[in-house]
C-alpha cells in the first residue's frame, strides 16, 4: 500500500512541473491585483469608487486587449492599460508579457517584431541592442527567445551572477547570428548598428512601450 | 521569505500587510501546487493553468482577510476547490473523465503510459470526490482535521471517506496490473 502511494505522489510530482515562464506570469498577473493597504484604501474609498464607475466601462476593453499582440487592434488598448497600471505603482510584470507576447509572433512568422518585443523584454537587464534587428530564420529566433527567457528567469531570481551567465549565452549567441548573416545579406548592415536605433538606452522599463512602437512601426 | 511550503504564519501574515516579495513567493510555490491538482482532476494542462492563475488572483485578493494565518493551507486549498467546483458548474459538466491521452502534452502521454501509466489510469477511474480527498492527503499531507475543514465534513466522517478512497484506488490498481 505505501508503494502505491509513493507512486501517486511521484506521479503528482510529474503534473506540477511547469514551465517558469508561465508561473512568473501567473504570480505577476496575480500581484498586480494586490489590494492597497488598509490604511490607504480607507483614505481613498470615495475616490476609487468615483474613478470605478468612471471607468468600469473601459475595464472590459483593458482586460480583453491584454492578450493582444502587436498588430492587433486592441495591443495599443493593452500598453496604455500597463501604462496606466505603471503610473499607478502597479509592480505587474511586464517583461514577462513582452516575452511571451515575442514567442506568439514568432510563431506567427513576424520575427522582427519578436525580436523587437525580446529586445523591450530585456531592457535594463542585457543590453538588448546587441541583439540582432533581423534575422533570416524561425530557429535563430527562436534559439534568441529562449536564450532572452534565461536571462528573464534568472532577473526575477535576483541572482546577479546568474543574470550575468545568462546574457554571456545570450551575447555570444547573437553575435554568431549576426555573424552568419553578413556575408549573406549586406543590407542588414544597415541595421546593425543598433545604437542608432531610438530608444535603445534601457534604462527603464517605461521607456520600453515607446520602444515597442517605434520598432513595430519600423 | 517564503521558501517553503506551506508558507508559516508569520510570512502569511507579512504576505496579508502587503509583503510583495512574500506574496510573489508564496504564489510561486503555491501555483504549479495548483496545476498539479487540476491535472490530477482531469483537466486539460491549459485548463488547470487558467484556473490556477485565478486561484492566485483570489489569494491575493483575500490573503489580507484570513483570520488564522495558521490555517493558511486549509484556506489555500479551500480556495483552489472552490474554483474547481465554479469551473464545472461554467462548463456544465457533471461527469469526470480520466485524464486522456488527448489532453496531455506529447511529453505527459510518453511519461504515462511508461513510470505512471498504472497508478494515473487507476486514479483516473476513481469518483472525483475520491480523488480530491487522496490528493489532500496522500500528496499534499494535509491532516484530517484539515481535509475536515476544506470539505466541510465532520473529521470522523472525513477519516473513513479517505480511508474508502484508499481501498478503492489499491483495488483498481491491482485490477491493472
Known sequence: MSDLFENLRRYASSLGEVDDLVTHRATARALATQPVPHRWRSRLAPVAAAVALSVVGNAALVMTADSAVPGDLLYSIDRAGEEIADWLGSEADHRTERLVEAYELAALGDQEGALALAREALSGVFEETNLPVVVSNEKDTGLLLELAKDVVTAAHTGDSDAVQEAAHRLRDQAQVIADQSKPDNPGNQDNTPADTRPGGDGDSNNNSSGNGDKDKDK | ?177
Open chain 2, 1 to 177: 521569505m517564503a521558501s517553503q511550503w506551506p508558507p508559516t504564519p508569520q510570512q502569511v501574515g507579512e504576505g496579508a500587510a502587503g509583503d510583495r516579495q512574500v506574496m510573489s513567493d508564496i504564489l510561486t510555490l503555491g501555483y504549479p501546487k495548483v496545476v498539479a491538482f487540476y491535472r490530477g482532476l482531469g483537466l486539460a494542462y491549459h485548463e488547470a493553468q487558467d484556473l490556477a492563475g485565478d486561484v492566485a488572483v483570489s489569494v491575493v485578493e483575500g490573503l489580507s482577510r484570513i483570520r488564522q494565518p495558521a490555517a493558511f493551507e486549509a484556506w489555500f486549498w479551500s480556495v483552489a476547490r472552490n474554483h474547481f467546483k465554479a469551473f464545472l458548474r461554467r462548463r456544465r459538466r457533471v461527469a469526470f473523465e480520466p485524464v486522456t491521452p488527448e489532453s496531455m502534452r506529447p511529453d505527459e502521454v510518453l511519461m504515462t503510459a511508461g513510470e505512471h501509466g498504472q497508478i494515473a489510469a487507476a486514479f483516473g477511474l476513481l469518483s472525483p470526490k475520491d480523488r480530491q480527498l487522496l490528493w489532500l492527503r496522500e500528496v499534499e499531507e494535509l491532516s484530517h482535521d484539515q481535509i475536515a475543514d476544506i470539505t466541510q465534513q465532520t473529521a470522523g466522517a472525513t477519516r473513513v471517506a479517505i480511508h474508502r478512497a484508499r481501498q478503492r484506488l489499491s483495488d483498481l490498481y491491482q485490477q491493472l496490473e
